[in-house]
């Protein structure tokens, strides 16, 4: 947030994916420190453009001077979504939560609805993309799942993200049982959506609902001495981010100091002597789009780490392009040119590596990679349990 | 605090710090990169400057005054590290042209001649003198470009003007990757009906095709093109970190990304991890050896305050003129200022003098008596140096 430290060395602009196809956006120099001088006053934000923002935070992971751009837009944005009426795409993403959760009560006529061709109408005229298919909900949910003790020492509360919860449970229940196959006690503690797709939709003030919500959730479990685990690293970034942030959530700094990505945990465990996974071979050739979220919450590639001991598995790490979904970014009618530009430049670099499939943490990245490409697009957990001989139940 | 532990941690992701990175991970050693931003190679010409202040950089260094770095680089390391360099560009289809035996001249964007070593070979068919016969073709609104400068040194050259639908130089070089806008630009620029020799293009041709696209128009045209290197964002510049970075990670050495160092542990003599923030619990990464390749005032490794002048992440003593009135010359634009000898100094084997530590080496533009500037030494020394503390890092763990 130090924008005087900026010396206009534009290596933020060629990191910025928007910027590349999106020419009405200014890019992250001009919208973020160098606009921000002017902005001291107290006039009303007219910059629209602050929403092409897709907030992959690449400008920040690229700025020598440790200024951050991302930063800066995301709370312009944020006053822009005060400012201004909220349009129909920008509430429904925003609300992506409560949507979903009726989305996944009422599933086989909601998806049913979403596919067809006037869903996709309305769904147009509301301002979201249909290029690539809507997710599909899923009727059984994690969080209907039933608790599942195990005798361990360790105990984890699972922050899954909606992502897994609505549309993907299989790989949830997937990930706890690989936990609980390391004498790991797993529990599901209540909540809601970490806030990201509200606070990207410029909604604050939801945002803070949601964050106040599982905050005190998961506080409670730190207390009874739970490591929290999440495995979406967007959920990740906002938790460990955007709460102690831009939301100023209290206690948010013993969330961020207690909460560990699924692969980073894993390897901690490792280098502890805790656990002590035996890899099986995986004869795969899997190119790793590495998410955006995760370079921006610094704790390096974990998932690489442990596949680089899975035996014959061969994988390219990717980390230069975005997908351009971004969330809901690419669901916007707006944007929806430039995430299929992005999205194409992805899968073409993925093509490169003569991969058979697609590997990342993010959903959304899954989804954009997978369904552009027509390749399949797993997550790495779905590897490691490959490897480990994990299945779902059913 | 989460704990990382390697062999070798090389600090600062410049041209130094990925030459030395790659170079480790290929003798099998376990190495990471961690680096707070990207380097100065980014805002660069992609021109490799060994030495740049003579006609052949071997006399150049031959002639740079007692206690340059430079001369702790023996000159078949420096020939080695350079093959090496070109070697690797080439397995990324961006071979670079050139010769340690005699520098080139690189038209530049202003109209001048800039003198360099090894050259993208999009830059090979550069004019070496201001009465060859050159198309410019510029692009509707490019900002960073303006060919009025060439056109009035150049007194047999030309320009035409293509609208590429953008005009940012990321813009125009994400659109020639792809196949569709080079064949309508190329039927375009057969209509331009050029008589000129060679046809010139700012270097916006690609973001890692350039080569490839480069050669498609040659052979259209049937006459050689070249690129001009722009101001950042510069493609050549950032096709060279690119390639860098992608040839390291090809070695199986690892990078982190926005990792400034911000503390070191320490024991006797010995550094034993430095310490990087994170949104969480801050990580620790223990080695047995460290590189500093944080470049010197612009890529972060020097900081001046009012009386001194410190190095970031391990506080080593700095070598700079005693007296602060020598730091600045009177003349802005004056290739004297002292302060560009600011440094680290270094004995043989690139380890700092004067310090209490025996497990550091330190590299590129962070070195004393440099004078990056004034003496043209530039990623050309960067890699010379990067390999050399290197190689003295892995005889000291040997
Ligand atoms: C504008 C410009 C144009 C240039 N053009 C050319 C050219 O055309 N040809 C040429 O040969 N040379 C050129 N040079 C010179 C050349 O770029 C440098 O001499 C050379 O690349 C130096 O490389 P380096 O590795 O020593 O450091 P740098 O490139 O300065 O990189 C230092 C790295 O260290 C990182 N860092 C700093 N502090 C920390 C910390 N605390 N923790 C972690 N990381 C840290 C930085 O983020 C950066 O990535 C140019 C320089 C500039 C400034
Ligand atoms: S966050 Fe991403 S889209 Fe937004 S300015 Fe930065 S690089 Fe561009
Ligand atoms: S924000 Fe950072 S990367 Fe962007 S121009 Fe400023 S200093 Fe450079
Ligand atoms: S969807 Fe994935 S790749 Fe795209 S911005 Fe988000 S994290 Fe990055």
Redesign the interface.
Known sequence: MTFEHC?R???C???CPV???Q?DFPGPKQAGPDAQRFRIGREKSIDDWVLLCSQCKRC???????VEPAQIILRVQQRYGLEHPHTPAHLLFANNYYLSALGSMTAPLANRMAASNIGKKILGQMGIATYIPFPKFSFQTLSREKKNRNRGERKVAFFYGCFINFYRPDIGRKIIRMLQSFHINVVLPPQVCCGLPALGNGNLALARTFARKNVASLSNYIDAGYDIVYTCTSCG?CL??DY?GILEIPEAKKI?????DLH?YLL?LI?EREIHPVFREVNRTLAYHIPCHL???????PAADLMKRIPDLDFT?LD?ACCGLSGSYGFKKTNEAAALQLGE?AVSLVRKTGAAAIISDCGSCRMQMGGLSGMDAFDPAEILCESLGIRDKK | MSVIEYDVIVIGAGTAGLTATAWLAEQKLRVALVTAGEPTACLSTGCIDVCSRDDQPLAGIAGLPDGHPFHRVSPEMLGQSLDDFRQMMADMDMPYKGALEKNRRVLSAIGTFKNTCLVPATMEASPQSDDERIHLITFTGLKDFYPGYILSRFPNASFSSYDAGVSTTMGIAANFEDSAFLETFLLWLERQKIREDKIAFPAVLGLESAFSVLKQIESRLERPVFEIPTLPPSMPGRRLFNAMKDHLRRRGGVIYWNWPVVGVERSGRQIEAVTTEAQGRPNSLNARAFILSTGSFVGGGLYAKRDRIVEKVFDLPVFAPENRDDWFDQDYFSMNHGIGQAGIAVDDAFCPTDSPWNNIFVCGSILARTETLKNGCGHGFAIATGRAAARSCLERLK
């Open positions: 010396i060395c534009t290596i602009v060629e990191n910027f590349r196809v020419p920040e992971m690229a700025c020598p001077c440790g970034l460990l981010q102690q961020a100091e207690n909460c560990y980073e901690k280098a370079r921006a919450l610094k704790i390096g590639y790490i230069d430049r």
